[in-house]
């Protein structure tokens, strides 16, 4: 059974800060997402890695992807309040039900 | 372009009383259909999945079932609903041959 972890589960930043969430996965896979949910909204796709060595950036958030590592990062540079939100990382296992596993999210909340 | 409509966007109902919750896609052909909970937890459970008219897969045993009786729509339905049914109900699509998923707004369902 594919698990996905998450880390920090909760993390408290100061604007112009810098951080990292972590995803760690259990099983071979060369394909990740990365999610945001704003309060009370819906979940909003963020980036798609589909390779090992993927990175893609937008704006202050940059993901990147080791699959050899099992592990994805999603790094915050110079954190401003608007990316107060939670993100989700999810992993697909393969199979032809195209099924994602997520991550529990990481409520990252951004303070002045 | 392809967009994802839920409704209702807010539902409040008593125990014991049944639910339809309906979730259609414009813009594509046979897509992948999933139906999530999330509870206060932030996690999401995949509930039901499909991959076509009338496949529908159960991920979780419980009193919720669901429906595709139509290429692009989705439905999630319950006989008689328990407390422990409040939460945020998200659908989701994915294309037939990729994982990347795009959810719809959310129904938001207390059970009183």
């Known amino acids: 059974e594919l698990k996905v972890e998450q880390n920090p589960l909760f993390l408290s930043m100061q604007e112009g800060k810098n951080y990292t969430i972590y995803c760690n996965y259990s099983?071979?896979?060369?394909?990740l997402y990365w999610y945001r949910q704003d309060p009370g909204k819906s979940l909003e796709s963020l980036f798609v890695?589909?390779?090992?060595?993927a990175v893609k950036q937008e704006g202050r958030l940059m993901a990147s992807l080791d699959t050899k590592a099992r592990l994805s990062t999603l790094h915050i540079t110079a954190a401003v309040h608007d990316l107060s939100a939670t993100y989700f990382c999810?992993?697909?296992?393969?199979?032809?039900?195209?099924?994602?596993?997520f991550g529990k999210g990481t409520l990252l909340t951004v303070n002045p | 372009s392809q967009t994802i409509h839920q409704w209702p966007a807010t539902l409040v109902q008593p125990v014991g009383s049944p639910l339809s919750l309906e979730c259609t896609v414009e813009?594509?052909?046979?897509?992948?259909l999933y139906w999530y909970r999330q509870a206060a937890g932030r996690g999401l459970q995949l509930l039901f999945y499909?991959?076509?008219?009338?496949?529908i897969s159960s991920e979780v045993p419980q009193n919720l079932s669901a429906s595709r009786p139509q290429d692009r729509q989705f439905i999630l339905s319950s006989k008689k609903l328990l407390l422990s049914d409040s939460g945020f109900y998200l659908c989701?699509?994915?294309?037939?041959?990729?994982?990347?998923?795009?959810f719809g707004p959310g129904t938001r369902l207390t059970v009183t």
């Open positions: 499909s991959v076509g008219i009338g496949q």
């Open positions: 813009g594509t052909s046979n897509p992948n």
């Open positions: 099983t071979t896979s060369d394909r």
């Open positions: 890695l589909l390779s090992n060595g």
């Open positions: 989701a699509w994915s294309r037939g041959t990729q994982y990347e998923q795009y």
């Open positions: 999810a992993v697909d296992g393969g199979g032809s039900n195209y099924k994602l596993t």
